[in-house]
C-alpha cells in the first residue's frame, strides 16, 4: 500500500521538521504526497505552518535562516532535502509564493522572461509567452505596462504565469486567493484547474479560503501547530462536521465553548 | 562674460563630468542588480588602476594587453566580493551592507597602499597632452578618450540590460525571494554586478590614472561619483550619462563664479550641494524608479 | 554558573525594568567600574593615555552616535562634524574666558543645534538616501572649518586648546586627564542605560522600526527624531571637546573629516547596533587592533629578519581596520554586542544546559 502510493506521487514530503534561526520549530513532523497530476490542498489557520511547508519544499527557507532539521523530501524518487532552490526549479518544482510578488519595476513581459531557464530557446519562450497569454489573456493585453501598477488579479495572474515559464511538473500556490474578489478567485482556480486538466500538471496549493480550495482539489491535508492533523480527499472533508464549522463557516455558527471542544480534541489528535 | 570662455568651461565641464559618469555606472550597475549601495566603487577604480600598472610596468606587458587582462582579473576579483562577503549579508537591513562595502573600500585602499607605496604613479596611455582645437576652444584629448568610453559603456549596457541576463538582474533588484521562487541565482546574478562594476572600475581608473595620476586620490571620486549617480537616479544608466554632464558643468562653471567669492576651493562644495538638493527634492533623482506603493 | 539566574525572580514591574535585572550584570559593572578608578595606579601611564583614554572618549562619542543609528535607527554618516562643532566652540569660548565646564555644555549645545540640521534631512528620507545627504552634509562642514579661519585658523592650521580646568582646579596630570575621560565616558553610559528604561527610549525604537506605525500609535516620529539627533549631538560635542582638551591637545581639521565619521560608524556597527556593551568592543577593536596588528607585523618582521618597506607598514592599519570591518559583519551582522549576548546567554545555564542534551 504504501509502496505503491510512493510510486504515483511526484511528491512525497515524510515527517519533515523545520527549525527556523536554530530555535523556532515551525513545523513538527508533517509528511505530505501529492499525486502525479493531482490537485492537492493544505488547510489551516495563520501560522498552523502550511507555508512554511512549501518553503521546505521549494527551499526557499535558507533565505529566513530556517531549515529541516529531520525527514527527507522525495521529487520524483530524488532526495531533495538538501538542494538548492535553483535545482529544484529546475527539477520542476516552482513555488508562487505568498503576496503575489511580481517583478514590479518589469513589464509582465519581462517577468516571464526573467523567469524563463537559461538553456531555453528564444523561439521556445515566445511559445510558452503565449501559451500564458492565452490562459491569462488579461495579461496579454497590458504586456507592456509596469507590472506594479497591475491590479491584484492580473499580479496573480502574472505569478502563475511567471511559474509556468519555468516548465514545472509540480506547481506550488500560497495563498492565491489571499484580498482577492470571489470572482477572480473563481476565475483563478478555473485556469489552475483547465491548466491541471490539460497539461497533467501537479498543483499543491496552501490557502486559507477551504470552501473555494475543496471544490477544485481531489484531497487536501488540514495542518494546526506545524502537524498534520487530518487528511482525507475532498469530499470526506468537506462532509467532516469540524471542518464544516471551522473552516467553512457552516453549520450553526461558532462559538466559543465550541471553539475551546475542538482545541482539546486537536490536541488528542496530534 | 566672455561666451566663448563661458562655452569652453561648459564644454569641458561637460568632458569632466561623462568621466564622473563613467565612474557612476559602476555604482549605478550594482544597484540597479541587487538594490544596494556599492560604496567600494573609489577603492575598486584604485585597485583596478594599479592592476594595470602592476601588469604593465612590472610585468612589463603592452598596455593594449595589460587593460584587458586587468578587466579580467577585476571581473574575478567583483565575483569573489560577492562570494566571500556580500553572500552573507543579503536581505540584511542597509546599514550593515552599507557598512561592509564601506569596510570594503577601506580595505581594498589600504592593501593596494600597502603592496605598491603611496607614491603616485603615472599611467601613460600615449595620449597627446596637447589640446584640441574646436573653434576658439581648447579641449584636452585624454578628456575627450574617456568621455567616449562612458558613452560606449553606456550603449553597452543599455543592450545588456535588455538581454535575459540583464533581465534577470533587473528582477533581482526587484525582489530577492521571488527570484529564488523562479530559479533565477540571486548569488550568481549580484556577483556578476560586481564583477561588471569591478570592469568599469578599471577603465575609470585608467582614465582618471592618465588625468590626475595613479594614487589614494583615485578613491576620492566617490562624493562626485556618488552625486552623479544620485542625480541620475541610482538605477538608470542613462541617468549617469546625463547627471555626469549635468554636475560637470555646473560644477566648471560655477566654480569659476564661486572660486573668487569664497577664495577657492568651491568645487567640493557644489558637489555636496547638489547632492543634498538632490535627495531632498527628487530623491529617486532624474530618472530613477520610483518605488511603488499599492494598499 | 558565572551568571546565576536561579533565585532572581521579578514579581513587580519596577524590578523587571530595573537597570541590571541579573546581579551578577551589576557585580560585574562595578568590579569594572572600581578596575577603572584604579587604572592610573596600575597601568603606565603611556599606556593609560595613549590608549585607554581615548578609547574612553570614543566610547562616549559612539554611544551618542548609537542613540540614533542603533535606538533611531537614522543613518549618519556627518557624526565628525558634529563633534567638531562642540570641538570648536567649546574652545572659541574658554579663550574668551568662559570657564570650561561652562564652555563644555556650550559646546555640546552648539553641537546640537547644528546636529539638529541633520535631523531636517533625516525628516525627509532614510536609508541610504539619509546616509549620502549626511555625508554631503559632512563634506560642506569640512569645507566651512577649512575654508573660515576665525573658526579653524584657515586650512593646514591648528588651534591650541586651552588647559582644561574644572571645578576650579587646573587640570595637567596624565591622571587627570583620565578621570575626567572616564568621568564622561560613565555618564553617557548611565544615561544609555538608562534611556532603555523610560518611555523616550521606547519611543526611538518604535521609530526606528516603523514611523509611519509609531505615528499610528501616537509616537510623534519628526519630534522624536530631531530629539534623537539632539541629544546624541550634545554627546558628540561634549566627546569632541573632551577629546580635543585631553587627548590632542590642539584641534584640527582633519581630526574631524569624513574618514573619521566613517570610523565612528563602524565603531558603532562592528560593537552592535543598540548595543552597550558593544560600543565599548567595537571601539577597542577599530580604535586598538590595527595598531597592535602593525606593533605585530613590525616585530614579526624583525625577529625574521626580513625588511618590510615603511610605505607597507604606514598602510597596513588601514588594510586591517577595512578587514575587521568586513569579518566581523560577515561573522555576526549585529555585533560584538551580539557575540558577547551569545556567550552570556551559554553561560547564563552553564553548565546545567549541557546537563540536559
Known amino acids: ?27 513538527k513532523g508533517v509528511s505530505v504526497q501529492v499525486p502525479k497530476g493531482g490537485m492537492v490542498a493544505l488547510l489551516g489557520s495563520n501560522g498552523a505552518g502550511k507555508s512554511t511547508t512549501l518553503k521546505a519544499i521549494s527551499g526557499l527557507l535558507k533565505a529566513e535562516r530556517g531549515h529541516i532539521s529531520r525527514g527527507e523530501i522525495k521529487f520524483d524518487g530524488t532526495d531533495i532535502t538538501e538542494m538548492l532552490a535553483q535545482k529544484r526549479v529546475e527539477m520542476g518544482i516552482c513555488h508562487v509564493i505568498e503576496g503575489r510578488r511580481v517583478f514590479e519595476h518589469l513589464t509582465p513581459d519581462e517577468n516571464l522572461t526573467a523567469a524563463a531557464p537559461m538553456g531555453m530557446s528564444r523561439s521556445e519562450l515566445s511559445v510558452q509567452k503565449d501559451k500564458i497569454y492565452d490562459y491569462f489573456p488579461r495579461l496579454a493585453e497590458r504586456r507592456n505596462s509596469q507590472a506594479g501598477y497591475l491590479s491584484g488579479g492580473e499580479q496573480q495572474m502574472l505569478a502563475i504565469g511567471r511559474a509556468l515559464v519555468t516548465q514545472p511538473s509540480l506547481l506550488m500556490l500560497d495563498e492565491p486567493s489571499l484580498g482577492l474578489a470571489p470572482f477572480l478567485v473563481a476565475e483563478i482556480f478555473g485556469i ?3 491548466i491541471n486538466r490539460e497539461e497533467g500538471l ?32 475532498a469530499e470526506a472533508l468537506k462532509s467532516n462536521s469540524d471542518i464544516q464549522e471551522f473552516y467553512l463557516g457552516g453549520g450553526e455558527g461558532t462559538n466559543f465553548h465550541n471553539v475551546k471542544h475542538y482545541s482539546r480534541r486537536k490536541r488528542w489528535l496530534s | 562674460m566672455d561666451w566663448v570662455f563661458l562655452s569652453e568651461l561648459a564644454i569641458n565641464g561637460a568632458l569632466t563630468g561623462l568621466l564622473y559618469s563613467l565612474f557612476a555606472i559602476g555604482l549605478v550597475l550594482v544597484y540597479k542588480a541587487s538594490s544596494v549601495p556599492n560604496l567600494a566603487q573609489g577603492g575598486l577604480t584604485m585597485v583596478g588602476a594599479y592592476v594595470v600598472l602592476a601588469l604593465a610596468r612590472d610585468l612589463g606587458m603592452p598596455l593594449w594587453l595589460a587593460i584587458p587582462l586587468a578587466a579580467v582579473v577585476m571581473f574575478g576579483l567583483g565575483f569573489g566580493i560577492e562570494r566571500v562577503a556580500l553572500r552573507r549579508l543579503a536581505g540584511r537591513p542597509v546599514v550593515m551592507i552599507l557598512m561592509l562595502t ?6 581594498l585602499r589600504g592593501t593596494t597602499l600597502a603592496i605598491s607605496g603611496g607614491t603616485s604613479r603615472s599611467m601613460e596611455l600615449g595620449v597627446s597632452y596637447e589640446p584640441l582645437l574646436l573653434g576658439d576652444i581648447f579641449i584636452s584629448r585624454i578628456h575627450l578618450v574617456g568621455a567616449g568610453v562612458a558613452l560606449a559603456l553606456f550603449v553597452a549596457f543599455i543592450v545588456f540590460f535588455r538581454t535575459r541576463t540583464g533581465i534577470k538582474l533587473r528582477a533581482i533588484a526587484d525582489d530577492y525571494m521571488a527570484s529564488w521562487s523562479v530559479g533565477i541565482s540571486v548569488e550568481r546574478g549580484v556577483g556578476l554586478s560586481w564583477a561588471l562594476a569591478s570592469v568599469v572600475a578599471v577603465a575609470a ?26 542625480l541620475g537616479g541610482l538605477d538608470s544608466i542613462l541617468g549617469a550619462i546625463v547627471a555626469g554632464i549635468i554636475l560637470g558643468v ?3 562653471v560655477g566654480a569659476e563664479f564661486l572660486d573668487p567669492l569664497v577664495g577657492g576651493g568651491s568645487r567640493e562644495l557644489i558637489v555636496a550641494a547638489v547632492l543634498i538638493l538632490t535627495v531632498m527634492i527628487r530623491p529617486h533623482g532624474l530618472f530613477g524608479r520610483h518605488d511603488i506603493e499599492r494598499v | 554558573m558565572f551568571y546565576r539566574l536561579s533565585g532572581v525572580y521579578h514579581s513587580s514591574l519596577i524590578s523587571d525594568s530595573r537597570m541590571f535585572k541579573v546581579p551578577a550584570d551589576r557585580n560585574l559593572a562595578v568590579f569594572l567600574l572600581l578596575i ?26 559612539a554611544l551618542g552616535l548609537n542613540l540614533v543609528t542603533g535606538w533611531a535607527g537614522q543613518l549618519h554618516l556627518g557624526y565628525a562634524a558634529v563633534m567638531a562643532v562642540g570641538a570648536y566652540s567649546a574652545i572659541h569660548t574658554v579663550r574668551l574666558g568662559v570657564p570650561w565646564e561652562i564652555a563644555l555644555i556650550i559646546g555640546g549645545l552648539a553641537a546640537s543645534v547644528i546636529g539638529s540640521l541633520f535631523a531636517f534631512a533625516a525628516l525627509r528620507v532614510k536609508g541610504l538616501y539619509l546616509a549620502l545627504t549626511t555625508l554631503a552634509m559632512q563634506f560642506v562642514m569640512d569645507w566651512v572649518l577649512t575654508h573660515s579661519p576665525t573658526i579653524s585658523g584657515g586650512s593646514h592650521a591648528s588651534l591650541q586648546a586651552p588647559t582644561l580646568a574644572l571645578l576650579g582646579q587646573q587640570i595637567t596630570s596624565d591622571a587627570g586627564y583620565y578621570y575626567v575621560a572616564l568621568g564622561w565616558c560613565v555618564l553617557v553610559t548611565i544615561f544609555m542605560l538608562n534611556l532603555k528604561r523610560t518611555g523616550l527610549g521606547r519611543a526611538l525604537v518604535a521609530v526606528r522600526e516603523k514611523d509611519f506605525a509609531a505615528a499610528i500609535l501616537g509616537v510623534n516620529s519628526f519630534y522624536y527624531k530631531i530629539l534623537a539627533f539632539a541629544a546624541s549631538s550634545f554627546i558628540a560635542g561634549v566627546s569632541g571637546a573632551l577629546l580635543v582638551a585631553t587627548f590632542y591637545f590642539l584641534a584640527a581639521p582633519e581630526q574631524f573629516s569624513v574618514n573619521v565619521s566613517i570610523q565612528v560608524l563602524a565603531m558603532v556597527i562592528v560593537g552592535g547596533l543598540g548595543s552597550i556593551i558593544g560600543s565599548y568592543f567595537g571601539v577597542a577593536l577599530i580604535l586598538l587592533v590595527p595598531g597592535l596588528v602593525n606593533g605585530l607585523v613590525v616585530t614579526a618582521s624583525e625577529e625574521l629578519g626580513m625588511q618590510v618597506n615603511v610605505e607597507t607598514l604606514a598602510h597596513i592599519p588601514n588594510a586591517v581596520y577595512g578587514a575587521l570591518i568586513v569579518i566581523i559583519l560577515m561573522i555576526e551582522p549585529l555585533g560584538l554586542g551580539k557575540l558577547y549576548g551569545n556567550i552570556r546567554d551559554y553561560l547564563m545555564t552553564w553548565p546545567f544546559d549541557q546537563l540536559r542534551k
Open chain 1, 192 to 194: 489552475l484547474q483547465k
Open chain 2, 102 to 107: 564601506l569596510g570594503l573600500d577601506i580595505f
Open chain 2, 205 to 230: 581608473g585608467v582614465i582618471w590614472g592618465e588625468i590626475q595620476g595613479v594614487d589614494q586620490a583615485l578613491s576620492l571620486l566617490l562624493l562626485k561619483g556618488l552625486t552623479v549617480a544620485v
Open chain 3, 36 to 61: 577603572g578608578l584604579a587604572a592610573p595606579f596600575i597601568l603606565p601611564s603611556l599606556y593609560l593615555n595613549s590608549y585607554i583614554l581615548p578609547w574612553l572618549i570614543w566610547t562616549a562619542a
Open chain 2, 250 to 252: 555646473i560644477e566648471n
Open chain 1, 1 to 27: 500500500m504504501q509502496e505503491k502510493a510512493q510510486g504515483q506521487s511526484i511528491l512525497s514530503m515524510n515527517s519533515i521538521e523545520v527549525l527556523y534561526d536554530n530555535v523556532m520549530l515551525a513545523i
Open chain 1, 202 to 233: 501537479s498543483v499543491l496549493l496552501v490557502e486559507q479560503n477551504a470552501l473555494a480550495a475543496l471544490e477544485i482539489v481531489s484531497e487536501g491535508y488540514l495542518i494546526e501547530n506545524g502537524r498534520v492533523v487530518m487528511h482525507g480527499t
